[in-house]
């Protein structure tokens, strides 16, 4: 029975707990035996929380007495080591913060344990979340479960990694630029991030560029995103960016009554793809048209004339950079790679941050003419499947790029603060997982949702997992 835990979703294992086929103890015990057994060669967890099987053993003594329970009853969760937990380790993947152990959850580990969820660890993540690999001088590089000599992504890594393993079955990662998205797509996992503000960015650090950075939800299947950012979601009192009401457009939503429009696109400007990843685009879209949804591929005019990474690179610099100044000063000597290289940035002058942020607004605008006209936008989550760790540069059908480029198609949708999700359709040659991205109008989560439910419904690699 424990090998079929590993790989339930959260929602089945809720509901297996709540009816007592299974204890809440069974379920912790046998993942914290799969972190026993895989973590030493993944390295996707840094800490466990040391009292999970006795919080555990509280949620199976309160179902015993009758108590009313939450949607995640009993069910363990996994938390980006950048996420606060009261009195769990959260070291920012970081020797500067070396031992540092919280006082207070996060909103977002606080909803979580307000469900009924169980937090049974941390996981990896670059030095202040800043990569899009998960590496750093206290806790190690994490390795990509599908091949150890892949990454799995940055910065939530460790806990794409930790999900695809069978390690956790549901957790939190954030998200600057790709950082649930990326890691997602690159072990075969779902995350969503949300429309900013959504889920409340208290108890996460770094904050700045504040208007950039999102909680979001990481699982193995699209009911599990919408279950937890039904928790998630609604202010909190203390993120001033967090003002939408709870339960505003949540969960998987039902078909709209007009036909089901979604656009789609491989490129518009953003740069080169790999071929099987345009194909798994494709495969996506054609597989929406059989399920009776009016696709089309589309252009986005603004991103021709407005690269978003390009502009984010000259816009979060001027933000990021003091804050790390800031909590690296007296330690440069403990700062890894990404750190010192942000540091070095020089930094961007008044009219180029202007020209940056007027950019954003107008992508924003583009996408607005958009969105007047479809319901959802179906695109590449990388331009590439899982590459070697360290690699500096790619060459993506026959056109050599900086590794900044594995951002371009992820990036447009936090500077826009507009929500998307991230979920596995394809395979690479080398068996990789090759994702797909679904965005959607502000505060359309649940279109969102619903267009991957379709999709899901139909993926050719439902219920795939690697070989461990």
Request: aromatic fraction near 6%.
């Amino acid at each position: 029975m424990n090998a079929n835990l590993l790989y339930s979703d959260a929602t089945t294992l809720a509901k297996l707990i709540r009816t007592g086929e299974v204890t809440s103890v069974e379920v912790v015990q046998a993942h914290l035996d799969r972190i026993a057994k895989l973590n030493p060669q993944i390295n996707a967890i840094v800490s466990l929380n040391d009292d999970a099987l006795l919080e555990a053993q509280a949620a199976d003594d309160a179902l015993a007495a009758g108590t009313d329970v939450g949607p995640l009853h009993g069910v363990p969760f996994t938390v980006k080591d950048s996420i606060d937990t009261a009195g769990v380790l959260t070291q920012r993947g970081s020797p500067i913060f070396r031992g540092r152990t919280p006082e207070e959850d996060a909103t977002s580990v606080a909803r979580m344990k307000a469900a009924g969820g169980i937090l049974l660890a941390k996981t990896n993540l670059p030095e202040f979340s800043y990569s899009t690999e998960t590496d750093n001088l206290l806790t190690g590089r994490t390795n990509n479960p599908w091949n150890l000599e892949r990454t799995p992504g940055g910065s939530s890594g460790g806990e794409s990694a930790a999900i695809a393993a069978g390690m956790s079955p549901i957790g939190l990662g954030t998200d600057l630029a790709i950082s649930v998205r990326g890691p997602a797509s690159h072990t075969g996992i779902v995350a969503l991030k949300p429309t900013h503000g959504r889920i409340p960015m208290t108890g996460v650090w770094p904050r700045v560029p504040r208007r950039d950075w999102h909680v979001g939800p990481m699982a193995h299947t699209i009911r599990d995103l919408a279950l937890s950012y039904n928790i998630l979601n609604g202010p909190d009192g203390h993120d001033g960016f967090a003002v939408t009401p709870a339960g505003y457009d949540t969960g998987i939503g039902s078909a709209p009554e007009h036909p089901l429009r979604v656009g789609w696109y491989t490129d518009s400007g953003l740069g080169p793809v790999d071929p099987e990843v345009a194909a798994t685009v494709r495969e996506a879209a054609e597989a929406l048209s059989r399920q009776g949804v009016d696709v089309e591929e589309v252009t986005i005019p603004a991103l021709f004339e407005n690269n978003p990474l390009a502009l984010f690179n000259l816009q979060h610099v001027m933000e990021l950079k003091p804050a790390m100044a800031e909590a690296t000063a007296g330690h440069e000597h403990e700062m890894f790679t990404m750190s010192k290289t942000m540091l070095a940035t020089p930094d961007t002058s008044m009219t180029d941050y202007i020209t940056a942020e007027q950019g954003f607004e107008k992508i924003g605008d583009g996408y607005a003419e958009f969105f007047s006209r479809f319901d959802a936008l179906l695109l590449p989550v990388l331009p590439i499947p899982a590459h070697e760790h360290g690699k500096t540069r790619f060459v993506i059908d026959g056109q050599t790029v900086d590794a900044t480029h594995i951002q371009t198609f992820t990036v447009q949708f936090n500077i826009t603060g507009m929500p998307a999700l991230s979920m596995r359709f394809g395979t690479s040659h080398d068996g990789l997982p090759i994702g797909v991205q679904i965005a959607g109008n502000w505060h359309a989560e649940s279109t969102v949702l619903h267009v991957a439910q379709l999709l899901e419904d139909v993926s050719p690699v439902k219920n795939s997992h690697p070989d461990l």
